[in-house]
T-cell receptor
C-alpha cells in the first residue's frame, strides 16, 4: 500500500463547477499537507499548505485536513479553463523530513 | 525574485558518462531536495538535504549522489548513468510547508 493515495483521474468538469480533489494517507505522523498545481512541461507550483489539521482558504481554493480519517481535500470554486492542470498532494512529517507526493489528479475544465 | 534554478534544462547523454545537474536557490532555505518524475509513478524524492553537509536518502537514491557544500547549491551527480535514469528531474528548496521547485531538467540516457 502506498503511503499517499490519489486518484489520477482524469477529471472533467464544466466551467464554473466546484471541484473536489482528494488524497488519503497511511502515515499518522504526517504534519505538513501541501497542494501543488503542475501545468504540462512545468515544475510544480505550490498552491497552499496546512500544518497539522483544519481548513485553509485562499481565494477560490480551500484545503481541508481530516487527520482522524487520514484524508485531505482541495476544493476549487468557480473553476476556470486555466485551472486545467495536474494537482498533486504532498505530505511530510516535519519541516526537515522527506516529502511524499501523491501521483497527481489530472483536471480538465471545459469552457 | 525568489527562485530555484537548474542547469542544464535538457540533456542527452550515453550510458556510463558521468554528469552533474546543478541547482541553486536564492531564498536562503536550509532544506533542498531532488525529485524525479516518471509517467505513472509521479514525483519521487531522490535525496534531500537539511543543511550544509547534511543529506539523507529519499525513496529512490540508487545511482545518484549529492553534495551540499554551500547553502544555496545542491548538485545532483550521476556517476554512471543508465537508461533507467531517463526522467524529468526537479530540484526544490523548502521552508516549512512552502516548497518551491525549479523548472526541471529532462535527461535522456541512451
Amino acid at each position: 500500500q502506498k503511503e499517499v493515495e490519489q486518484d489520477p483521474g482524469p477529471l472533467s468538469v464544466p466551467e464554473g463547477a466546484i471541484v473536489s480533489l482528494n488524497c488519503t494517507y497511511s502515515n499518522s505522523a504526517f504534519q505538513y499537507f501541501m497542494w501543488y498545481r503542475q501545468y504540462s512541461r512545468k515544475g510544480p507550483e505550490l498552491l497552499m499548505y496546512t500544518y497539522s489539521s483544519g481548513n485553509k482558504e485562499d481565494g477560490r481554493f480551500t484545503a481541508q485536513v481530516d487527520k482522524s480519517s487520514k484524508y485531505i481535500s482541495l476544493f476549487i470554486r468557480d473553476s476556470q479553463p486555466s485551472d486545467s492542470a495536474t494537482y498533486l498532494c504532498a505530505m511530510s512529517e516535519g519541516g526537515y523530513q522527506k516529502v511524499t507526493f501523491g501521483i497527481g489528479t489530472k483536471l480538465q475544465v471545459i469552457p | 525574485e525568489a527562485q530555484v534554478t537548474q542547469n542544464p534544462r535538457y540533456l542527452i547523454t550515453v550510458t556510463g558518462k558521468k554528469l552533474t545537474v546543478t541547482c541553486s536557490q536564492n531564498m536562503n532555505h536550509e532544506y533542498m531536495s531532488w525529485y524525479r518524475q516518471d509517467p505513472g509513478l509521479g514525483l519521487r524524492q531522490i535525496y534531500y538535504s537539511m543543511n550544509v553537509e547534511v543529506t539523507d536518502k529519499g525513496d529512490v537514491p540508487e545511482g545518484y549522489k549529492v553534495s551540499r557544500k554551500e547553502k544555496r547549491n545542491f548538485p545532483l551527480i550521476l556517476e554512471s548513468p543508465s537508461p533507467n535514469q531517463t526522467s524529468l528531474y526537479f530540484c526544490a528548496s523548502r521552508w516549512g510547508g512552502e516548497q518551491y521547485f525549479g523548472p526541471g531538467t529532462r535527461l535522456t540516457v541512451t
